[in-house]
T-cell receptor, first 110, second 114 residues
Framework: QKEVEQDPGPLSVPEGAIVSLNCTYSNSAFQYFMWYRQYSRKGPELLMYTYSSGNKEDGRFTAQVDKSSKYISLFIRDSQPSDSATYLCAMMDSSYKLIFGSGTRLLVRP | ETGVTQTPRHLVMGMTNKKSLKCEQHLGHNAMYWYKQSAKKPLELMFVYNFKEQTENNSVPSRFSPECPNSSHLFLHLHTLQPEDSALYLC?????????????FGSGTRLTVV
């Protein structure tokens, strides 16, 4: 079993839709949860990070962590074509090592 | 630019060649990392350096040899690679033992082994 599971997609939505991206994990020691966005031919860039359970909002993006279910989500409201990218979830335990999901490719159609 | 610069951006090498990848960060971070990204697979951590000391080697074959001369520079020396080593090689840096803010990545070197 992989430590972090993420549906690879691709996920195709029309512009303006609400997008939901998810990851599940098996290691209950994970404390920090992150979402990275990776455009083609670029490295991943940090989009959101949260500590422990709860919600965090930043503009059109909301990150949600449910530690009891070992499930994290990223919601994108009013999606734009510029949001088309691969979204990687990542998690860190007390050793500060970052473990990634395999990424979900998102395509927002104009 | 993210503050982490990788060169070259693209590299094609034969299986008998020797080449090096370079990474430089201007963020004042203390830790640097090499990751391998293959299609449809999670990023694979290869090496970790904290304060120039290698603290992790994730069972990487010896044909990959890292070097960290100072906390701002990281190299990955390559020799006698295999075609399955073709991938995007990403360098990242972070403040050592600071959780939550994750790592800052470079744009990567796209390596093709022929």
């Amino acid at each position: 079993q992989k430590e972090v599971e993420q549906d690879p997609g691709p996920l195709s939505v029309p512009e303006g839709a609400i997008v939901s991206l998810n990851c599940t994990y098996s290691n209950s020691a994970f404390q920090y949860f992150m979402w990275y966005r990776q455009y083609s031919r670029k490295g991943p860039e940090l989009l959101m990070y949260t500590y422990s359970s709860g919600n965090k909002e930043d503009g059109r993006f909301t990150a949600q962590v449910d530690k009891s279910s070992k499930y994290i989500s990223l919601f994108i409201r009013d999606s734009q074509p510029s949001d088309s990218a691969t979204y990687l979830c990542a998690m860190m335990d007390s050793s500060y090592k970052l473990i990634f999901g395999s990424g979900t490719r998102l395509l927002v159609r104009p | 630019e993210t503050g982490v610069t990788q060169t070259p951006r693209h590299l094609v090498m034969g299986m008998t060649n020797k080449k090096s990848l370079k990474c430089e960060q201007h963020l004042g971070h203390n830790a640097m990392y090499w990751y391998k990204q293959s299609a449809k697979k999670p990023l694979e951590l290869m090496f970790v350096y904290n304060f120039k000391e290698q603290t992790e080697n994730n069972s990487v074959p010896s044909r990959f040899s890292p070097e960290c001369p100072n906390s701002s520079h990281l190299f990955l020396h390559l020799h006698t690679l295999q075609p399955e080593d073709s991938a995007l090689y990403l360098c990242a840096s972070s403040q050592e033992r600071v959780g939550g803010k994750g790592y800052t990545f470079g744009s990567g070197t796209r390596l093709t082994v022929v």
